[in-house]
């Protein structure tokens, strides 16, 4: 079982950055894949970006690639989207994700999930 709850969502302008933070316990966070969706009103789930158990891969929507960035600190069984040029159309519900590298970076599915946390852009 892994227990994730995330944190850092909140208004912000166009143009503007946020760092999204999820902590996890409960199974060794360092030996599972992670990764964020998000899900705006009337809209399906969608993924964001994956990361490996080691860090060594990532993978990112088209949407996002360029402007965020998915990291991890197994130490501290946390993992980070940091934010940058938020748009409008980023708005949503983000949530934090843990399971198979594959299934999460192709968007199909997480064995475990956040509560999420709210992420406004304003124009």
């Known amino acids: 079982q892994v227990q994730l709850v995330e944190s850092g969502g909140g208004l912000v302008q166009a143009g503007g950055s946020l760092r999204l933070s999820c902590a996890a316990s409960?199974?060794?966070?360092?030996?599972?894949?992670m990764g964020w969706f998000r899900q705006a009103p009337e809209k399906e789930r969608e993924f964001v970006a994956a990361?490996?158990?080691?860090?060594?891969?990532?993978g990112y929507a088209e949407s996002v690639k360029g402007r965020f960035i998915i990291s991890r600190d197994n130490a501290k069984s946390s993992l980070y989207l940091q934010m940058n040029s938020l748009k409008p159309e980023d708005t949503a519900l983000y949530y934090c994700?843990?399971?198979?590298?594959?299934?999460?970076?192709?968007?199909?599915?997480?064995?475990?999930w956040g509560q999420g946390t709210q992420v406004t852009v304003s124009s």
């Open positions: 409960g199974r060794t966070f360092g030996s599972i894949s």
């Open positions: 994700a843990a399971g198979p590298y594959g299934s999460i970076v192709s968007g199909r599915s997480a064995d475990y």
């Open positions: 990361i490996s158990a080691n860090g060594g891969f990532t």
